[in-house]
Nanobody, 124 residues
Framework: QVQLMESGGELVQPGGSLRLSCVAS????????VAWFRQAPGKEREFVAV???????YYSDAVKGRFTISRDNAKNTAFLQMNNLDPEDTGLYYC??????????????????WGQGTQVTVSS
């Protein structure tokens, strides 16, 4: 079993940047596909980005070109670099993990492990 813990969320002004981290303990992260999801107030949780076990990455249309997902297997950590932030990016950001590669990576129920979330607030 793996435990995931997010960090890095905070209040930032529109146009600013943040880097979120997702540290895994209990298993080596390089066997996992890792994704970021977010949930805005009053909305359903939505897919943001994924880095598959093989290293390929995919993004939602809302964040493509602004966010970058990456991983450092030696540190058992995945990252989400967020640039040019917009108030619409406000929400609770979660990382999720599952062993191996799979095609339905945008589905929440495809993942076995979740962190507790880190709050990102974009406001002036």
């Amino acid at each position: 079993q793996v435990q995931l813990m997010e960090s890095g969320g905070e209040l930032v002004q529109p146009g600013g940047s943040l880097r979120l981290s997702c540290v895994a303990s209990g298993r080596v992260l390089n066997y996992y596909t890792v994704a970021w999801f977010r949930q805005a107030p009053g909305k359903e949780r939505e897919f943001v980005a994924v880095i598959r076990r093989t290293g390929d990455t995919y993004y939602s249309d809302a964040v493509k070109g602004r966010f970058t997902i990456s991983r450092d297997n030696a540190k058992n950590t995945a990252f989400l670099q967020m640039n040019n932030l917009d108030p619409e990016d406000t929400g609770l950001y979660y990382c999720a993990g599952r062993v191996g590669n799979f095609d339905d990576y945008q589905r929440q129920d495809a993942y076995d492990y979740w962190g507790q979330g880190t709050q990102v607030t974009v406001s002036s």
